[in-house]
């Protein structure tokens, strides 16, 4: 049952969020069978969604196998109304967990919905703290310096991977506070074994009673997960009985040590569920979103020459306007997930109980009326400029917005610079990377591939000059 808030009509900018009668239909969309569908929206997702919007306009249904249907919202009033709709009857939670949950555990904050969820984010949150995060900028810098002297010199490589090795460092070192050599590297290779398979696109539609045999691609996952679970269990014990607990920075010390409203700690399963959330909501996002940015500014000169100079001269409001337009023209994670737990009608349109609503990003932040030259790499648009309201939201919305939106910036802020300090690079071929799919991300479809041509030390405070 919907709480009785569900039942209350919410005006939201003019368009209501409230119940509607059962049995209504789906807005239109486009008719081929569901597989069909399903293989577009996973092979060709930029053109199939381009054109369903250009076919069916802001609200249209795609259906897929299993009986999936997924309603997308490309208008940002519209978005605007899901976002503050009742969270009761739009559950983030339930559409999160069909995916997410044998990854992440049933007490991660990406799974659940109503109290519950409130709960993991308030007691989450306060390890992002933007004091503690400053306290890890020493560390995101030598993670990066390290990797940048392993990138061979002359010969393409994709940065990708890199900006990958990078993240899941961080999160190693200040998420989890492992500093150790062999400790650290047990983890990582649970982490990328999980992560690797993870990736396999048949996982996405696997079912939730899944007898496949012990060789399948899910038994294999599963088997990896475990691995991973004993790993970071040993890690929680330990650290529970660390002398300096109180002492420590990292977001796991943090976790044991904060209380509820009721003076609850979290369980060890609860911190585990946890952990791989944050481990895998951003670890791959921010790597890819930091592969995106080079991507586009190797293929752009003189936004690259401009931002150069402008860190040169120890500003940094362009290097931040380059960050919105990358994640506008890149979003990592093209739509967000609302499952309808009842009949709801968004802006003229009713959806009906059972189909999952999707504010999407990719074609909000894309929209002709919003941005001039859309698919443009612009990051002048933003210098100065505050995002139009609703039409920039690459970390999601609502009470579900990104819990580390603030940690993915901060890193982009010190990794995008420290790189450009390090090293002059040129992209290895002549146009940016298209946009492919990997499992729910959109990802530089050759891994960002690029050549170190120069290399300077580390000794000069400043960043040098690069002739782009
Ligand atoms: C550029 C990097 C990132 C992007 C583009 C991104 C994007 C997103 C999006 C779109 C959502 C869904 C929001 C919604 O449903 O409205 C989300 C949720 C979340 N993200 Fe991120 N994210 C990034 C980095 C991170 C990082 C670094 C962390 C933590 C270390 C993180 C942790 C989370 C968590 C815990 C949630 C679930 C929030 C909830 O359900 O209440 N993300 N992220």
Redesign the pocket.
Known sequence: MASPLARRPDELAGHQVRPAAPGLVLPEGPRYPRPVQAWLWMKKPTWFLDRCSRAYGDVFTMRLPFGMNMVHIARPDLVKAV?GGDNDVLR??EA?ATILEPLVGPHS??VLDGPE?LR??KL?LPA?HGDRMRAWEAAVRDITRAEIARWPAGQPFALRPSMQAI?LDV?VRV?FGVDAGARRDELRRHILAVAALGRNPLLLFATRDRRLGPYSPWARFIRARDALDAALVAEIRQRRAAPDLDRRGD?LSQLLLTRDDEGRAMTDDEVRD?LV???F???E??A??LAWAFDLLLHHPPVLRRLIAELDDGTSEYLDATIMET?RVR???AL???HVREAVRIGGHTIPAGATVC?N?YLVQRREDLYRDPAAFRPDRFAGQTPPAFGW?????????????S???F??RIVIPEVLRAVTLRPASRRPARIHREAVTFVPHDGARCVVTDRRAYSSAKPSRQDG
Not at 393 to 405: D, E, K, M, T
């Open positions: 976002f983030a939670g999160n904050v990406l969820h993991q984010r989450i992002f993240t999160i998420v977001v946890e959330t944050l481990l909501a951003g670890h996002t921010t890819t979103s994640l979003p990592v994670v967000v997930d609302r504010p990003i939201f690459p970390f999601g919305g609502g009470i579900r917005r990104c819990l580390g939106a940690f993915a910036t890193e982009m």
